[in-house]
């Protein structure tokens, strides 16, 4: 109600009201994969039904997960990190393929630091602690934990799973209620990650040898969304045979041949795109087979608390379980409070410089140093340094140090950045190719640890919902 109220007023004095018209049903459905039982590197097919409105917001995947081999493992950090690749088409079009989905999943979800309370159902935000309770009786039981790492800790079997935030498409569309009927049949795939970028492996002992056989097994895949339906016919009637159009991100990755740091990072990967939003350097490990998980005391006796650390107890004193905890003090190199695989982890310790230029243009004044890199990647994920509020990176990040030997990129913004809406406004290459270059430059002569180079492109894309269910990506 706007006429009795001046519009000079702030929007608080209005007397606004939105009624639906018609009646709404919402009901949630699930979705079983066309394999319930998956194992590393196999695909899951989920396809979403035709003729409803689903909910993108509500989209969550679940599944088990049995730890198999010879040694104990535990998951890493992040439901997601389960996910090697993820594809989506609609109508037999391919709208978008994420390959390391999960490396990808790792390095956003790290900046955000979602609190671990709301992923208690399944989300894996905390891998520390495996939590137990009796059998229930005449009265209540008790609620025991145990740090993870332990020797003691046993191959676990049936472990909830659920993902329930997603990169790509399915979290970052901008009209978030798909009508399946204009778009036709939805498949989502998922490639089920190598067992060494999932599995790490407990404090058994600092010799143990992990192998191909160390692995894990996945049932009971089923998709849980919200599918809407209105009594009313005016939103059917909106929308049939109208060039619908949906916003988009999608990533691409590049992997580059391993370089020693002496020798510094400088790899160019080539993108034609109508939006590139952002770019993103970092380097990862080399890896074949699980190793120990990242964390304080994997690599000690693991026979009590006193040997491991988890979440809490290694926030509680970082400069007590710095590292690790072997008995061979030369081991100790590697843990703190990172809890995940050394796949997931993002090396770019001993960082000096880092540069982006495109097309043989630099795109900064001059290299970066490290502290300067830290803020650009503030700057890009939104001007976060402005932000006062709590949220802020995983909580391993206790310093800068902490940040570029786990969790280290350097990310490039190129886009005009707005966080109410889906704006596109990216570096265009549409037509031609634009060559993406990257130089990272590390101390130390002697500095021969082999890494795995990293370039990301963020991008926006448009997907065309047409007559006829005609698909297009723009």
Same mark, same amino acid.
């Given at each position: 109600?706007?006429? @009795? ?46 003729? =409803? ?24 950090? !992040? ?11 609609i109508n037999n079009t391919s709208v978008a393929i994420i390959n390391d989905y999960n490396l990808l999943y790792n390095i956003y979800a790290d900046c955000t630091n979602k609190d671990y309370t709301k992923g208690v159902g399944g989300e894996f935000l905390d ?65 089920? =990650? ?8 407990? =404090? ?5 040898? !992990? ?24 939103? !059917? ?57 990242? =964390? ?8 009590? @608390?006193?040997?491991?650390?988890? $979440?809490?107890? !290694? ?30 982890? $993002? ?24 502290? @300067? ?102």
């Open positions: 109600m706007y006429n @009795e109220i001046a519009s000079s007023y702030p929007a608080t004095f209005f007397y606004n009201l939105a009624k639906l018209q018609g009646s709404l049903s919402k009901n949630l459905i699930k979705i079983t994969s066309d394999n319930v039982n998956a194992s590393p590197s196999t695909i899951s097919n989920i396809r979403l039904p035709i003729g =409803a409105l689903i909910n993108m917001d509500a989209t969550a995947l679940y599944f088990k997960v049995d730890i198999l081999g010879t040694n104990v493992t535990i998951p890493a950090r !992040y439901a997601s990190t389960f996910i090697k690749r993820m594809s989506l088409s891998n520390s602690i495996i939590w137990t309770e009796a059998v229930g009786a005449s009265d209540q039981t008790a609620i025991t934990g145990a740090s993870a790492l332990l020797a003691s800790t046993t191959k676990q079997t049936s472990m909830q799973f659920c993902i329930n935030n997603w990169i790509g498409v399915l979290g970052s569309a901008s009209t978030r209620i798909w009508n399946t009927a204009s778009m036709g049949e939805i498949v989502l795939s998922v490639e089920w =990650a190598p067992n060494f970028e999932v599995l790490g492996g407990t =404090a058994e002992s600092s010799s143990t040898t !992990y192998t191909a056989a160390d692995t894990y097994s996945v049932s009971d895949i089923y998709l849980q969304t919200e599918a809407l339906s209105f009594s009313d016919d005016m939103y !059917y009637n909106s929308v049939m045979d109208k060039d619908l159009k949906i916003g988009f991100n999608d990533y691409v990755v590049t992997r580059f041949a391993q370089v020693q740091k002496k020798n510094s990072i400088n790899v160019s990967t080539y993108i034609s795109a109508g939006s590139i939003d952002h770019v993103l350097g970092t380097a990862v490990l080399p890896q074949s087979v699980p190793k120990p998980m990242v =964390a304080y005391g994997s690599l000690g006796t693991g026979a009590g @608390e006193a040997n491991v650390a988890n $979440r809490f107890k !290694y926030l509680s004193d970082p400069v007590t379980y710095d590292s690790n905890a072997s008995s061979t003090s030369s081991e100790n190199i590697y843990g703190d409070g990172f809890y995940s695989t050394l796949a997931m982890q $993002r090396c770019l310790q001993h960082l000096e410089t880092s540069q982006f230029s495109i097309n043989n243009k630099a795109l900064n004044y001059s290299p970066l140093n490290k502290y @300067e890199v830290f803020q650009n990647n503030l700057n890009a994920l939104g001007y976060e340094g402005v932000d006062a509020s709590a949220n802020g990176m995983h909580s391993g990040v206790v310093s800068l140090l902490h940040f570029y030997k786990y969790y280290g990129f350097c990310m490039q913004s190129l886009e005009l950045i707005d966080k109410d809406q889906f704006y596109i406004s990216g570096l265009s290459s549409a037509g031609s190719s634009c060559a993406i270059n990257w130089v990272a430059t590390f101390s130390g002569a002697s500095n021969t640890l082999a890494v795995v180079p990293v370039i990301v492109a963020k991008l926006s894309k448009v997907l065309h919902v047409g007559k006829g269910r005609e698909i297009s990506i723009e």
